[in-house]
């Protein structure tokens, strides 16, 4: 899926329930100035691809506290510009929601209970969906194929977002890595 031409944004707002702490006069309040982040060269080029790839899956790999989320903000905000829907999941509920804060994507949850919703049927992905799984290195093969596949069947995307090189996933894992490796070599997915 590629967006097209979009104005490549060089900041991004982070609002949410933090707002009113940091000097914001209320919560979730984007215009606020003290919520603004700005995009350094590489989260720019990372948004960049993120957006224009064409590719199912894009692979994003970097170290904690390094600006992945803050990206990845920038990106949802090209993604709702252009009506994408985007949900995020996470193996740990900490981290599905530490990514709704950080990202500003309201529509997450783990692994597990998105899995169970669908297979459950109690919720559908949309069409063209984006489903960005955070700390992906932690996801264990199994669930992340089947969270492959019920992206693969609405014709959607997962941006693949972690580092292989911090903790595994406790059952068998390795995915995020095989994911990284054969994007290296293949031309049908791009790595970040």
């Known amino acids: 899926m590629v967006l097209g031409p979009i ?11 933090h707002g009113s702490e940091i ?14 982040l700005t995009l350094d060269d590489d989260q720019v080029a990372m948004v960049r691809t993120l957006a224009s790839s064409g590719a199912g899956v894009d692979v994003v790999v970097g170290k ?3 600006g992945k989320s803050t990206a990845l903000g920038a990106y949802r905000s090209a993604l709702d510009a252009a009506g994408i829907p985007v949900i995020g999941v996470a193996p740990s509920a900490t981290a ?3 990514l709704a804060v950080s990202a500003g994507i309201t529509d997450t949850a783990t692994v597990d209970r998105l899995l ?12 063209g969906a984006v489903v ?7 996801c264990s093969t199994r669930k992340r194929l089947a969270l492959q596949r019920a992206v693969d069947a609405v014709n959607g995307k997962i941006g693949d977002v972690g580092d292989h090189r911090q903790i595994p996933s ?9 994911a990284l ?5 293949h031309d049908d997915a791009a790595a970040v």
């Not at 104005?7 to 329930?17: E, I, K, L, R």
């Not at 000097?23 to 603004?36: K, L, N, T, V």
């Not at 169970?116 to 069409?127: F, G, M």
Request: proline fraction near 8%.
């Open 116 to 127: 169970v919703e669908l297979d459950h049927r109690r919720r559908t992905l949309p069409r």
């Open 64 to 66: 904690a506290g390094t």
């Open 23 to 36: 000097g914001c006069a209320a919560d979730w309040d984007p215009p606020c100035d003290e919520i603004q």
């Open 96 to 98: 599905a929601q530490q």
């Open 170 to 178: 406790v059952a068998a894992g390795g995915g995020h890595y095989a």
């Open 132 to 138: 960005v799984l955070d700390e992906a290195a932690m």
């Open 7 to 17: 104005t490549q944004p060089d900041a991004v707002s982070v609002p949410g329930s």
């Open 181 to 185: 490796y054969r994007m290296q070599f």
